[in-house]
């Protein structure tokens, strides 16, 4: 390997606060589009040897740039045809020898499976989530027999998902 190419190898990940360089970001682009392409094929799209792709995607994830790899499955070919948002607020009382009403609530949504994403927000309401179920008495069973009976939770308002017009887990790098 030329000198030069294994400086590029070594600046594939860098602090924080600098950038990408433009060849990971290519990387990442391939596989955020193929994420079973093989690494001959990764190499081809990204002007790289198979094994200096390798050596860049392990870069990748040893600095948890890349976080895992996953199937991205259509909810609505498993049953799951219903997405919800709900908005939630927390009570913000408690007394000193409670756990934090945002930790208690954020430790169970980790025990419900319907919750597929939850977000922290700042604004009027504490959390966000995305919610996926079989269908609307789903929904209401999830609504009555967990989240409105946390005792964390204060208020929650849901909005239904009607159509989905853009639906990507890739990131603009």
């Not at 290519?26 to 990204?46: F, N, P, S």
Request: proline share 2%.
């Amino acid at each position: 390997m030329s000198i030069n190419a294994q400086e590029n190898c070594k600046n594939v990940v860098m602090s924080d606060a600098e950038e990408l360089d433009q060849v990971a970001r290519r990387i990442l682009r391939v596989l955020q589009a193929q994420g079973r392409c093989t690494y001959d094929e990764l190499a081809a799209q990204v002007g790289l040897s198979a094994s200096a792709a390798l050596r860049r995607v392990k870069r990748l994830e040893d600095a948890g740039v890349i976080a895992g790899y996953v199937a991205l499955i259509a909810p609505e070919r498993v049953g799951l045809g219903l997405t919800a948002y709900i908005n939630v607020r927390l009570e913000k009382n408690t007394e000193h020898h409670k756990r934090n009403p945002m930790d208690q609530f954020a430790a169970a949504v980790q025990t419900w499976p319907e919750v597929v994403e939850c977000s922290a927000l700042s604004g009027e309401m504490d959390f966000l989530l995305r919610v996926v179920v079989r269908d609307m008495a789903h929904y209401s069973r999830f609504i009555m027999d967990s989240l409105l009976k946390h005792p964390s939770v204060q208020d929650c308002k849901t909005s239904f998902v009607l159509q989905r017009l853009k639906g990507t887990t890739a990131l603009a790098v």
